[in-house]
């Protein structure tokens, strides 16, 4: 009897064990399924160009709201639907799915006129944006007088030339930090802008009359905003109580980075990068979310490497295998039209991404663009005068001077373009992602095959 009783005292112990463990798991499975989506950040890990926006959008069809948080114009974000193609430089890319609505945070900073042109190309396409578009008052402005001077700035350094957009970028936010910036928030206020603008302007001739350049004409430009003003009026909210009630309520938000994390303005090699933090703090910054809000947290990477503009690339491609990479993958500027500059997809710069932002999925693009060659290169560390070096102990000189570690992966001949299940890869191709996840020791959730919208394999 002691016996039988010392048994079931056992057995009970044993599930009570059994029924702890599984309520652990129970309650940690459903909290993943429930807040898979909610609040959800994209990032591109590289020099820009990962294909973002299509993530974006693909994350979007679940979403309530997408968040642009910083950068301006000089990004370019496309979106394939079906045979046409759409591009965003300052809307959220999300905005296509019919629940989703766009914000454009406090982070952001807006050029007028180009806003209002993409708010008419996405009205002829169909799409209600102006029901569905909020604009924070805090954005900075770029005016007429930015866009003069980089161009002048660019032209002053003549052969070390950054490869600036030319969108007034850099000195939109040097008026930011050093108070001289005009918001939309003087917009609501006219008399206000009225005031600023003049005085900005009358400086800024000044400058523009010693580098050679015509300044821009006062009155004409307030007469522009004048009526620029009144269509972006109506979409005008303070962005940071919608945000903080939306969270509360556990919408799901996606989050859309506007460049890679190799132009962050700290972390990049300054000077060759954007003016704006790229990183995942700037979601705090740009947007007023917490990063403790933050519950997925997704690294674009493109499965090699382009940039447009100067500054180093320690992949770089010279030889006429970055001419056929560039005309496979269409790889010219989404805002400027430029040839991107080719390299091998370096995983030394893309592990530091992962890190300092907890990265903690992967999204790999244009895939397909690599079917055909033979053997891959993927750079797996820095060598500076035969000693190792890591990506964050450098800056654009070392990264110009050292030596990338190679390892070589061959590669398959297949198109992959259709391909809708992992399994179905060539085994090279499986192998390749597979040397990338367990190098930067993230998994791999999201597989880009094609531009268009559906030709991605979900893992």
């Known amino acids: ?43 591109g890990t590289q020099w820009g160009d990962e294909g973002k926006g299509k993530i974006v959008d693909l994350l979007a069809e679940q979403a309530d709201y997408v968040v642009r948080y910083h950068g301006g114009n000089n990004a370019g974000h496309t979106v394939v639907i079906g045979k046409n193609k759409y591009f965003f430089h300052l809307i959220p890319s999300g905005v296509f799915h019919p629940q989703t609505v766009g914000i454009i945070g406090n982070g952001v900073i807006l050029d007028l006129e180009v806003l209002t042109e993409e708010l008419a190309k996405l009205q002829e396409a169909g799409i209600a944006i102006l029901k569905k578009l909020i604009i924070s008052p805090r954005c900075h402005l770029i005016l007429p007088y930015h866009k003069a001077l980089d161009v002048a700035y660019e032209n002053a350094r003549g052969t070390n030339k950054l490869g600036t957009t030319g969108r007034g ?41 010693t580098f050679s350049v015509e300044p821009i004409d006062i009155e004409a430009s307030l007469e522009k905003y004048s009526t620029l003003r009144e269509q972006i009026i109506p979409m005008v909210q303070e962005t940071y109580p919608l945000l903080q009630r939306v ?17 962050d303005n700290d972390w ?84 530091f991404a992962t890190e300092i932002n907890s990265i903690n999925q992967l999204a790999i693009t244009k895939l397909d ?79 880009s095959v094609s531009p268009e919208r559906n030709a991605t394999i979900r893992i």
């Open 247 to 263: 969270i509360g309520n556990n919408k799901n938000i996606v989050f859309e980075g506007a460049h890679g994390i190799m132009l």
């Open 169 to 209: 970028i850099g000195p939109a936010y040097a008026d930011k930090v050093s108070y001289n910036g005009i918001r939309v928030y003087e917009l609501l206020n006219w008399d206000l802008f009225i005031e600023k603008f003049r005085f900005q302007a009358k400086i800024k001739n000044k400058i523009l009359k």
């Open 1 to 43: 009897m002691l016996i039988l009783c010392e048994t079931r005292l056992s057995v009970v112990k044993n599930l009570g064990y059994f029924y702890t463990f599984f309520g652990f798991w129970l309650f940690l499975h459903l909290s993943v399924l429930f807040s898979k989506y909610m609040n959800t950040v994209v990032l």
């Open 268 to 351: 990049s090699p300054y000077p060759f990068c954007t003016g704006s933090n790229t990183i995942i703090g700037s979601v705090n910054t740009g947007a007023g979310v917490s990063i403790k809000s933050l519950d997925t947290i997704i690294g674009v990477v493109k499965a090699y490497l382009s940039r447009v503009g100067g500054g180093p690339i320690p992949t770089e491609i010279h030889d006429t295998l970055a001419d056929t990479i560039r005309e496979q993958g269409y790889e010219y500027g989404t805002t400027t039209g430029r040839p991107r500059r080719i390299g091998w997809l370096d995983l030394e710069a893309v592990k």
């Open 369 to 447: 663009i690599l079917s055909g060659l033979k053997e891959l290169k993927l750079c797996t560390g820095y060598k500076l005068k035969g000693k190792k070096i890591s990506y964050s102990e450098c800056g654009y000189r070392e990264l110009e001077q050292l030596e990338p570690i190679y390892e070589l992966l061959p590669g398959w001949d297949e198109p992959i373009s259709t391909i809708t299940e992992f399994h179905q890869l060539p085994t090279n191709c499986q192998n390749y992602l597979g040397f990338i996840e367990e190098y930067l020791k993230v998994p791999i959730k999201i597989v």
